[in-house]
């Protein structure tokens, strides 16, 4: 079993940034990201990125948004720069094993910018 723990949500004003981290506590993932539930919304993709692959990103996202991992450590990171109210959600990680295939997620943590 893969436990994934996340940190870096909270509180910030519009033009802020956060940083959320996710560490799994181990496995091989094909590929790692975040997703986000705003209230009365579906689950949205925000950001995957693929072992040794590009990643890519909602269009709502793009510029603003980065993410990265570290295989090493099994970690993926999302940086938020320029945050906008409409970013307010939970953000979930998760991620992908290899062996067996199935995915992952994280429990969530609270992203919120006021305006």
């Known amino acids: 079993q893969v436990q994934l723990v996340e940190s870096g949500g909270g509180l910030v004003q519009a033009g802020g940034s956060l940083r959320l981290s996710c560490a799994a506590s181990r496995g091989i993932f094909s590929i790692m990201g975040w997703y986000r539930q705003a209230p009365g919304k579906e689950r949205e993709l925000v950001a995957a990125?693929?072992?040794?692959?590009?990643?890519n990103y909602a269009d709502s996202v793009k510029g603003r948004f980065t993410i990265s991992r570290d295989n090493a450590k099994n970690t993926v990171i999302l940086q938020m720069n320029n945050l906008k109210p409409e970013d307010t959600a939970v953000y979930y990680c998760n991620v992908r094993a290899i062996l067996p295939s199935r995915d992952y997620w994280g429990t969530g943590t609270l992203v919120t910018v006021s305006s």
């Open positions: 990125i693929p072992i040794g692959g590009i990643a």
